[in-house]
């Protein structure tokens, strides 16, 4: 028995897929605004430590409150303490900024039936 497709040759219409190449540029620029318009915010030790980044993961801001400072004027200052309210705080905030990434790009490209674990 003879397969049917032998001696055809898949072609591709290069028009169709300069086409897909264009959508493809339009969307990753539509997610990279939505992603530069993304804030997120986090924070650590009760308030005392905020930060807030965009969804690039840029971090636009970091917020301590004076009491926390106030702590480290004392006999024993304790600045590792302060240290890790602010990795804490970061890493918070780079957690939501990928969530929102993950988020942004499945709603972009939810459409188009790629494998799991892609985005």
Not at 10 to 31: D, F, R, V, Y
Not at 37 to 46: D, L, P, R
């Amino acid at each position: 028995m003879t397969d049917p497709n032998e001696g055809r040759s898949c072609s591709l219409n290069p028009l169709k897929i300069q086409e897909m190449l264009g959508q493809a540029k339009q969307m990753q620029e539509q997610l990279q605004q939505k992603l530069a318009a993304t804030i997120v915010e986090a924070s650590s030790g009760g308030g005392a430590v905020t930060i807030k980044m965009n969804g690039n993961k840029e971090v636009l801001k970091v917020t301590i409150d004076p009491a926390a400072v106030a702590s480290l004027t004392g006999p024993t200052p304790d600045v590792e303490m302060l240290e890790d309210l602010v990795a804490a705080a970061f890493n918070e905030a780079r957690r939501r900024a990928e969530e929102s990434i993950k988020s942004a790009a499945q709603g972009m490209l939810g459409g188009l039936n790629l494998p799991p674990g892609l985005f």
